[in-house]
């Protein structure tokens, strides 16, 4: 599963940020950075198992597929790793870290090939790993219907997802999925609170008008 | 166009910073306002909180048992490119090898945690050896690179002195040649070489080269 690295802006994101914000010494993570880059090899290690299911998640929900997702990620992590030695720490460590996912999600999604070989953020069939259906229109339906219904919806929410211009789908889902408030997706997609607002609103707007049968 | 239909309007663009707690106290509390005495965007705040709530409930996946080892051997192979030019390309991202191959090691360790020792056998293997000169210390091997062979499946070998004859035995065999397997594993396939090489020399088909030296390769007859 070796490749060539694709996002050429990772160590620039995590290098730099905007913002006037104070070095944030209290955040746990960036104190596992300044460890990394003072040379404890460990520190890297726990911010993988922290945080790299978190980034599998929002790549596949950003591209579509497991397994560039879990490329995706160490992609992610080896620009961290290869930033380490110049980080210097202005923002949160997680807004870095997505910045960085976001790019190299960005990079994944305009690769030609990505383009012309795969429907976008088609479910994986082969998916153990799941944790099970989304919410169910019917609960009063018998339960394989629900499951059903639950799949149809899933792949409903996905089509309109993947239909999503970039920076909608990379605010949406940072601000939904991952639980971000506007000023920490504002940070790591470096733009003003204020676009973030809108970027979510237009992108709810979108799903809102995709997915009015379930709403 | 009604005054209430522009507030509704007005109010539309705010429910969903409104929903996510987003807006700053005076226009928070001028939507809620609103939507207390508006039927019509009480509903719409219901229809968007229903669909926030599809997003985010969205079914997570968990990362392959072998992420850790990919990543601790993308390490490595980077660590293994830097080393071949020179340990140039690391020393600009400011890590050197040894630092490299100490955190593929801690990660393969973290895989081993998590019951991965084939994968990371493997890995151990594959991972550079630490620079002496290097700003971290060469790294002790990782507990798991001894408990990987145990790990792994015991199979035994089939060698010439061992044969694991039984395992394989057709039951349609004389009994003589089931008292002595090694002549049951050997004459057979040479007849059975012998016989390709013949089919192939008689009908003259292109790929008796191919059926022979397939044989011979897996003979070590050739």
């Known amino acids: ?3 060539a690295p694709r996002n050429s802006q990772g160590i620039d994101a995590l290098k730099s940020s905007e913002g006037p914000e ?24 726990e911010l993988f ?86 919410a169910l229109p019917d609960p009063a339906a018998p ?3 629900r499951a059903l219904a639950g799949r149809q919806l899933e792949a409903k929410i996905r089509e309109a997802l993947a239909a999503l211009p970039e920076s909608q789908r990379a605010a949406l889902l940072m601000s939904r999925t991952e639980g971000m408030s ?26 809102r008008k995709a997915l009015e049968e379930f709403l | 166009m009604s005054a209430a239909t522009d507030i509704c309007g007005t109010v539309a663009e ?26 019509p965007c009480r509903r719409e705040v219901e229809a968007l909180r229903r669909l926030a709530g599809l997003v985010a409930g969205l079914p997570a996946i968990e990362p392959s048992e072998d992420l850790a080892a990919h990543m601790a051997r993308r390490l490595a192979s980077e660590a293994g490119v830097a080393r071949a030019g020179g340990g140039r390309r690391l020393a600009l991202w400011g890590v050197s090898l040894a630092a490299a191959a100490a955190v593929a090691l801690t990660l393969a360790s973290m895989v081993s945690r998590q019951a991965r020792a084939p994968e990371v056998a493997e890995l151990a ?48 065999l004389p009994p003589d040649l089931l008292a002595r397997p090694e002549l049951y594993l050997r004459l057979p396939v040479v007849r059975r070489l012998e016989t390709l090489e013949h089919f192939g020399a008689v009908s003259g088909r292109g790929d008796a080269d191919r059926v022979s030296d397939r044989g011979r390769g897996g003979t070590g007859l050739g």
């Not at chain 2, 062979?149 to 044969?163: G, I």
């Open chain 1, 49 to 134: 198992e922290k945080h790299s299911r978190a980034i599998v998640n929002f790549a596949y929900h950003f591209v579509g597929s497991r397994e560039r997702a879990e490329e995706i990620t160490q992609d992610v992590f080896l620009q961290v790793y290869r930033a380490a030695g110049r980080y210097e720490p202005q923002a949160r460590f997680t807004t870095w870290l997505y910045r960085v996912a976001r790019n190299a999600c960005l990079n994944e999604v305009r690769r030609p090939e990505y383009r012309h070989a795969r429907r976008p953020l088609e479910r994986e069939t082969d998916d153990p790993g799941g944790r099970g259906e989304i």
């Open chain 2, 125 to 172: 293997a594959s991972a550079p050896a630490a620079d002496p000169g290097g700003a971290v210390a060469e790294p002790e091997p990782p507990a798991v690179v001894a408990a990987a062979p145990a790990a792994r499946a015991p199979r035994p070998a089939a060698s010439d002195d061992q044969p694991a004859a039984e395992e394989h035995a057709p039951e349609d």
């Open chain 2, 14 to 39: 705010e429910l969903i910073a409104y929903l996510d707690g987003e807006l700053p106290e005076p226009e928070r509390a001028r939507v809620a306002a609103h939507v207390g005495g508006c039927l």
């Open chain 1, 182 to 207: 506007y000023r920490d997706v504002a940070e790591a997609l470096a733009c003003t609170e204020s676009a973030v607002k809108s970027l979510v609103f237009r992108a709810t707007a979108a799903l």
């Open chain 1, 1 to 3: 599963m070796v490749r």
């Open chain 1, 143 to 145: 339960e394989g219907e």
């Open chain 1, 22 to 45: 104070q070095p944030p010494t209290t955040d746990p993570d960036v104190r596992l950075m300044l460890r990394l880059k003072a040379g404890d090899q460990s520190a890297f290690g």
